[in-house]
């Protein structure tokens, strides 16, 4: 059962993480390409 | 003479499946007719379900031995193909060919509507280990409220075999029915008002970001969930020839042929896991009816981590979206905008609506690397 | 003079009217296709059609012009 929980809940969380980890990354690509297009940051 | 003749026919019949068939395979017939009529018929997913009834039907042929370890036909196709983990990876180069990003990529927080769907598998999981299945069945039980074939046959093949055919036939079958089991929970959870909500302007994607998106996008799945590493790969692999515009080649290939022929391997051979033996028990039914609540509740999860993310933001998101993180692509998008659609005729959902059927696609594959780290 | 635009990139799968035809507010004008998927686009106002920027098969993006509609 202890485990049944743990799986639940850290399987769960890391869901979310990896999500929340591919926004990040979305959002930091798009700022990035974004900058260059501008001819701003190399 | 005729004494000779006689004893040679009746070795014959001895041999003949005829004189071998028992209730069981005339059973599995009956399946087997029965998938046939959902595919042909009733047109539910026939791209995977033909294949899989007709392998059903010739896997419980007496004596044929198609499914005979180290000898029989399909056991080639289902040990080489499935067992070794080679067709399943191939698909979802196939499908990462056919994706389009873009929806995802100009309304990012829509992620979260994907990761949200997910929260009904682990649900659907707890409570199919309530209900006596251990834990890697229960597992793969959960995940066919993913609704990705795919990653349910790869997570299937690892984990609990001996369920393959069964849950992937759940998969499939209630994938089609996305259109009748979605819109109910949709409309419980949801008032009116909310269902009319329009989504703002996205903003547009550069082409760029379509291209750095499946390298930095897996990079960051597979450090995080390295057994997600073959499905995620190659998913973003096909994304990758696609996007780079570069290889259209390479791409047609990954979206028509290369699609078309792993489907039909992967389909024949699921079907032929579908023996007497292994079929024809009364856990089948329960992996059916949780498998039915696992996309009952998937799509709730979904809905509600949209108003959740309403309560939190200014800019309010149609929670409608949330039915799409279950990932059906596409069907799951176009009922959220049929159901937009009978709230507000003017709103049109579905480009809204692919973000998250797409990122659904990402959490179940994080979701079932999951699974196979801790319990593989 | 209305522009009548699609609301999302698609095909154009069906015109349900012709240059000179009067239509009703919400009256299906055009029927987009997108992902195997119908969807109708609506006159905002009564009016009458005045010219049809496409034609049935073609491919438009959002926003792209479909019908011309002078209100009445």
């Given at each position: 059962m202890e485990e049944a929980i743990r799986v639940f809940v850290s399987g769960t969380a890391a869901v979310f993480l990896g999500m929340g980890l591919v926004y990040l990354s979305i959002r930091v690509v798009a700022l990035a390409v974004g900058w260059v297009t501008r001819g701003g940051e190399p | 003479m005729t004494q000779e003749l006689l004893a040679s026919l009746g070795g014959l019949a001895a041999r003949s499946g005829f004189t071998h068939v028992t209730w069981g395979h005339g059973v599995m017939w009956l399946v087997a007719a029965g998938l046939m009529y959902l595919a042909?018929?009733?047109?539910?997913e026939p791209l995977l379900l033909l294949p899989i009834a007709f392998g059903v039907l010739v896997a419980n042929l007496?004596?044929?031995?198609?499914?005979?370890?180290?000898?029989g036909l399909l056991w080639r196709f289902y040990h080489y193909g499935i067992q070794w983990e080679v067709i399943p990876p191939l698909i979802f180069l196939g499908l990462g060919a056919l994706t389009d990003f873009g929806p995802l990529l100009s309304q990012p927080k829509l992620i979260f509507l994907g990761a949200g769907a997910q929260v009904g598998v682990y649900i659907t999981f707890f409570c199919a280990y309530l209900m006596g299945f251990d834990l890697k069945e229960a597992g793969t039980i959960g995940i066919i409220g993913g609704a990705d074939g795919p990653t349910t046959i790869y997570l299937a093949s690892r984990m609990a075999p001996q369920m393959l055919g069964t849950v992937a036939v759940a998969a499939y079958s209630y994938m089609a029915m996305v259109p009748l089991i979605q819109p109910p929970v949709m409309k419980l959870l949801t008032t009116e008002a909310e269902r009319r909500i329009r989504m703002k302007r996205t903003r547009k994607v550069h082409p760029a970001e379509k291209v750095i998106f499946p390298v930095v996008g897996s990079l960051m799945v597979i450090l995080l969930v390295?057994?997600?590493a073959p499905l995620m790969a190659m998913f973003m692999l096909g994304n990758l020839f696609r996007e780079s515009k570069v290889v259209d080649r390479l791409t047609g290939t990954c979206q028509n042929e290369l699609l078309n022929i792993v489907t039909i391997f992967l389909g024949i051979s699921v079907g032929a896991t579908m023996s007497a033996e292994s079929f024809l028990h009364a856990r089948v039914i329960f992996v059916f009816l949780l498998g039915l609540g696992a996309f009952v509740v998937s799509t709730a999860s979904g809905v509600l981590i949209a108003k959740l993310m309403n309560l939190l933001s200014r800019d309010k998101i149609n929670p409608l979206l949330g039915a799409a993180g279950v990932s059906a692509v596409p069907m799951a998008a176009r009922v959220v905008h049929k159901v937009g659609a009978e709230a507000?005729?003017?709103?049109?959902?579905l480009m809204y609506a692919m973000g998250p059927n797409i990122a659904g696609v990402l959490g179940t594959l994080i979701a079932a690397g999951v699974f196979l780290t801790l319990l593989g | 003079m209305i522009e009548l635009c699609a609301?999302?990139?698609?095909?154009?799968?069906?015109?349900?009217c012709n240059p000179g035809d009067r239509v009703t507010e919400n009256e299906p004008v055009v029927i987009l296709e997108v992902m195997k998927m119908e969807a109708e686009v609506f006159a905002p106002a009564p009016g009458v059609v005045k010219d049809l920027r496409v034609k049935e098969g073609d491919a438009v993006d959002e926003d792209d012009v479909l019908v011309l509609i002078e209100p009445e």
């Open positions: - | 042909v018929v009733r047109k539910f007496p004596l044929a031995g198609l499914m005979e370890p180290n000898e390295p057994a997600s507000d005729r003017h709103n049109y959902l | 609301p999302m990139a698609g095909n154009v799968w069906k015109i349900q």
